[in-house]
């Protein structure tokens, strides 16, 4: 990702915290030190202390997989099945296209 991404990252985030309270988070990693991504954005989660209206993207690119964990109260507003629908719509085609960029671009 470039300088201006990571920038355009940070700048939504900041507005979107400030707006609705959620804390978003993008963790790009090339390996997941052997366990699932579930479980690798699970604890990845519980270590950033994300809490209950937060919600994180993690892309392993090495091992060619992404996932979003978002905590209980965001829960209530955007069910898995909605992450499901908006990774498919928005990520899928990019990341297998091996155009990370966009696939991270695109479900921000």
Not at 46 to 52: K, L, P, R, T, V
Not at 53 to 61: A, K, Q, T
Request: glycine share 6%; hydrophobic share 35%.
């Amino acid at each position: 990702m470039s300088d201006d991404d990571i920038s355009k990252i940070n700048r939504t985030s900041q507005v979107i915290f400030e707006q609705t309270g959620c804390k978003i988070s993008v963790a790009v990693v090339d390996f997941l030190g052997g366990k699932t991504i579930e479980q690798y954005s699970k604890d990845l989660y519980e270590f950033n202390h994300m809490g209950s209206n937060g919600l994180l993207m993690v892309f392993s690119i090495a091992e060619e997989n992404y996932y979003v964990i978002q905590g209980s109260d965001l829960e209530q507003q955007l069910s898995n099945h909605q992450i499901k629908d908006m990774l498919d719509r928005l990520v899928e085609q990019s990341f297998e296209a091996e155009a990370y960029q966009t696939a991270i671009m695109g479900l921000y």
